[in-house]
T-cell receptor
Framework: GDSVTQMEGPVTLSEEACLTI???????????LFWYVQYPGEGLQLLLK?????DKGSNKGFEATYRKETTSFHLEKGSVQVSDSAVYFC???????????FGTGTSLTVIP | EAGVAQSPRYKIIEKRQSVAFWCNPI?????LYWYQQILGQGPKLLIQ????????DSQLPKDRFSAERLKGVDSTLKIQPAKLEDSAVYLC???????????FGPGTRLTVL
């Protein structure tokens, strides 16, 4: 069945460091891919999405490119801030329905 | 536009007690989801509604969990009786028919003692 595997954490970075959180997926057909962010005590918020191969999603300095050949959707940011400290979830939804499959989440802590 | 509303935000109960959570999705969103998120894990789908019909409840522990969405708008999720392993955050999400993005509420954090 469809699934998402993402890099285990926790990840601790200094402010202004580069971030990469790996995400790979297994799916039939052509899924849509998402990154959600969960700040402490809050629900999940959509960070970015890509709905077809080679699409690049971007928001708040974060980027991820839908790579069909490697079945990946890695999250990147060139310079992280303390306010980026959160848990990041990779997710997919198949094109046959709107059920979501989430990864286990990667906790990011950015220290000043 | 108002977001997905959930209440209560926090609930502490003892095992074998009952508890209910409420969700009001974004106006006009046909699809509503309940997820269980155990600490350190990703959300796990419990049940999916399309309007007031159940689309998927394959992972809902039906011996103790129930959910309804009688008028196709707000929804309640009930646990009766609760077990220690039910301690988790219960997230509600919605999306419009045909839409891909899910919009999440703030969640209800349940602690079972």
């Amino acid at each position: 069945g469809d699934s998402v595997t993402q890099m285990e954490g926790p990840v601790t970075l200094s402010e202004e460091a580069c971030l990469t959180i790996n995400c790979t997926y297994t799916a039939t057909g052509y899924p849509s891919l998402f990154w959600y962010v969960q700040y402490p005590g809050e629900g999940l918020q959509l960070l970015l999405k890509a709905t077809k191969a080679d699409d690049k999603g971007s928001n708040k300095g974060f980027e991820a490119t839908y790579r069909k050949e490697t079945t990946s959707f890695h999250l990147e940011k060139g310079s992280v801030q303390v306010s980026d400290s959160a848990v990041y979830f990779c997710a997919l939804t198949s094109n046959t329905g709107n059920q979501f499959y989430f990864g286990t989440g990667t906790s990011l802590t950015v220290i000043p | 536009e108002a977001g997905v509303a959930q209440s209560p935000r926090y609930k502490i109960i003892e095992k074998r007690q009952s508890v209910a959570f409420w969700c009001n999705p974004i106006s006009g969103h046909a699809t509503l989801y309940w997820y269980q998120q155990i600490l350190g894990q990703g959300p796990k789908l419990l049940i999916q509604f399309q309007n007031n019909g159940v689309v998927d409840d394959s992972q809902l522990p039906k011996d103790r969990f129930s959910a309804e969405r009688l008028k196709g708008v707000d929804s309640t999720l009930k646990i009766q009786p609760a077990k220690l392993e039910d301690s988790a955050v219960y997230l509600c999400a919605s999306n419009p028919q045909g839409g891909y993005e899910q919009f999440f509420g703030p969640g209800t954090r349940l602690t079972v003692l």
